[in-house]
């Protein structure tokens, strides 16, 4: 199996070395760290690392102009942002730029060594729940019918997010729909799928950001 090398790009300096450290404890090649844009087109292209883990907003510097200086010099090179944000114009641009994948910086350790893995090998690695904005985005901008891809929930499965997002357990949520709560628990579960998401905070953020909970 070829060595996977790293490069973390950061401006903060503790958080810089610790993503580092966490890294190399977990058998990686860290090769390389960077504090900004200038910098880290510059080191990459003296180290060329397989990884570039990069964040976005590099102090004066944009993480969106190193992503674009390193892949037009390293075109092998694969970079996964690591960012405090997930906005979704944030998410763009960066995918846009040449981004493999994106996380933001809640992800745990094991995620992220994960993160890096996949992105290695060539797979594009997301957040749960950015996916889906991704891919919807980009057929957008090619004129093309979302809905050929956008996940699509069944009245039934909507119902039981409504619910979902308004506090109820599975079983009042089988009581008030005359199910069974394993019933409503296969609902929820298959949502999830759908949705790419991994547990019933983020199905209860997904259902307020789509005005479910306000019916």
């Known amino acids: 199996m070829t060595e996977i090398t790293v490069m973390v790009v950061d401006d903060h300096p503790i958080w810089r070395e610790g993503v580092a450290r966490d890294l190399t404890e977990r ?14 087109v510059r080191i990459a292209l003296a180290t060329r690392p397989s990884v ?22 390293l075109p092998q090179t694969r970079v996964l942002v690591l960012s405090q944000s997930g906005e979704q114009a944030d998410v763009l641009e ?8 994106y996380l933001v910086k809640s992800a745990g350790v094991e995620e992220l060594l994960a993160a890096v893995q996949r992105t290695a090998a060539g797979f594009p ?7 889906g904005l991704v891919l919807g985005e980009f057929r957008r901008l090619a004129g093309e019918p ?15 997010l409504r619910l979902v997002a308004k506090g109820l357990t599975a079983k009042q949520i089988g009581e008030r729909l005359v199910v069974s709560h394993r019933t409503v628990e296969s609902h929820v579960q298959n949502t999830l799928r759908k949705l790419q998401l991994h547990n019933r905070v983020q199905l209860v953020r997904y259902a307020i950001d789509q005005g479910l909970a306000d019916d």
């Open 27 to 40: 058998g990686l090649r860290v090769v390389a760290t960077a504090p900004d844009a200038a910098a880290a």
């Open 94 to 101: 960066a995918v846009k730029a040449g981004a493999t994948g």
């Open 146 to 160: 979302a809905a050929e891809e956008a996940p699509v929930l069944t009245e039934r499965e909507t119902e039981v």
């Open 52 to 73: 570039v883990l990069m964040d976005l907003n590099l102090g004066a510097t944009s993480g969106v102009e190193a992503i674009e200086g390193i892949l037009a010099k």
């Open 125 to 131: 690695v997301f957040t749960p729940g950015l996916a």
